[in-house]
């Protein structure tokens, strides 16, 4: 049995359907990640389990239990928000402590638990300061402490690493990961950024306007995308439909490839029986650093995205440039048909 159980579950603000029917299993210690674009109902959903929100329709349980009504504090769930609001006056440890207070564990009791949690985020030697002594990465992971220290069973975290600069946010995505799979805690997880959610999540769960489009592991949602929404949503993509992809790949079907499975070769090159190509001219060639991008158009009229990836420092550069005619090569297997 899932540890969390969501079904159909509705909420609309005025005329703006936020959630509209959402049916979604979690299991008990898993990671999982709500993506999705601003607006696309993820931090609603989130807050109907925290019980912040009251669902128009549907219901939630946790454990068996029915807690779609409950008040917030009546639920084993703790959250995490991006503005992790830390009293200003009281220390470090005393935040850490404060909902061990509320809970009425003895003071020594109390104390051993903090500074662990705290010791759990690697910032030990900041008990004693004022959150304003601390940079907001450490600010965010005492926030992250304080919602530890409760042990609750599932912690949700809206957008948690939103406001640090990307390298505090790559080491924090590691620590996170870590945490959660130490303490063995439910993380529901938010964000809006793909390369988070792939790199973190055992399954993702990708929303847009409301609705649920496809719930499956970072390979899943990147390599079978079931909507054309997710194959354009995760990652870069070529996708072809109608004309155009019964020209490329002979079916009347919508079909994605990423720019990384296919490859460029001189125009009047062979390839091999698992195979396809197309004919095409590169319109432009990107060096971004690890890969090249490239623009090409193709003899039918339309144009593809490919990227190579630069594994070596080449002393005589034997990329393609603007003008050059090649063959656009992929691998039959390469090529998914989106069902949706
Ligand atoms: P973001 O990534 O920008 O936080 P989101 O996917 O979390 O977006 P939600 O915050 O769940 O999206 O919002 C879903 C929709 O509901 C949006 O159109 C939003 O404007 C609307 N909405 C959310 N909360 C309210 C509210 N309290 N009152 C009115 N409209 C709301």
């Known amino acids: 049995m899932a540890l969390i159980e969501i079904r159909n579950l509705a909420k609309a603000f005025g005329t703006v359907k936020a959630v ?3 049916t979604l299993d979690i299991g008990s210690g898993e990671f999982i990640t709500l993506l999705g674009p601003s607006g696309s109902g993820k931090t609603t959903v989130l807050r109907m389990i925290a019980g912040f ?14 807690i779609t009504h409950l008040p917030p504090f009546d639920r084993d769930v703790n959250t995490v928000f991006q503005d992790y609001a830390l009293f200003p006056h009281m220390t470090i440890q005393e935040n850490v402590e404060y909902g061990l207070r509320t809970r009425k564990v003895p003071k020594v009791e109390r104390a051993k ?3 662990e949690a705290i010791a759990s985020v690697k910032l030990e030697h900041t008990a004693d300061r004022l959150p304003h002594q601390l940079s907001g990465g450490q600010r ?11 042990r609750p069973r599932v912690l949700l975290l809206d957008e948690p690493l939103g406001a640090l600069d990307r390298q505090l946010r ?37 929303f847009n306007e409301g609705r649920v489009e496809q719930v499956g592991t970072p390979q899943d949602v990147y390599n079978k995308p079931a909507t054309r929404f997710v194959a354009g949503f995760l990652g870069a993509a070529n996708i072809l439909s109608g004309e155009d992809a019964k020209k490329a790949f002979g079916k009347l079907k919508t079909v994605s490839i990423r720019p990384e499975r296919m490859r460029l070769q001189p125009g009047n090159s062979k390839i091999s029986s698992d195979e396809s190509s197309v004919s095409a001219v590169v319109q432009e060639a990107a060096f971004v650093g690890a890969n090249t991008v490239y623009i090409v158009e193709t003899e ?10 630069n594994t070596e420092l080449l002393v005589q550069d034997k990329s393609f440039a603007a003008g050059d005619r090649v063959l656009v090569v992929w ?6 048909e989106i069902p949706a």
Request: avoid cysteine; proline fraction near 1%.
């Open 20 to 22: 509209d029917g959402v």
């Open 170 to 206: 790559e080491e924090m995505q590691i620590e996170l990961k870590k945490i959660q799979r130490d303490a063995g805690i439910t993380f529901i997880f938010v964000t809006h950024d793909q390369e988070e959610a792939m790199r973190m999540s055992d399954r993702i769960v990708v």
């Open 300 to 309: 039918f009229g339309f144009r593809l995205n490919v990227s190579k990836t």
């Open 331 to 336: 691998h039959n297997s390469q090529a998914a």
């Open 140 to 150: 965010q992971r005492i926030a992250l402490a304080r919602a530890l220290v409760l």
């Open 113 to 115: 638990q903090a500074l």
């Open 53 to 66: 929100e009251d669902p128009d329709a549907g219901s939630i349980s946790l454990d068996g239990e029915d």
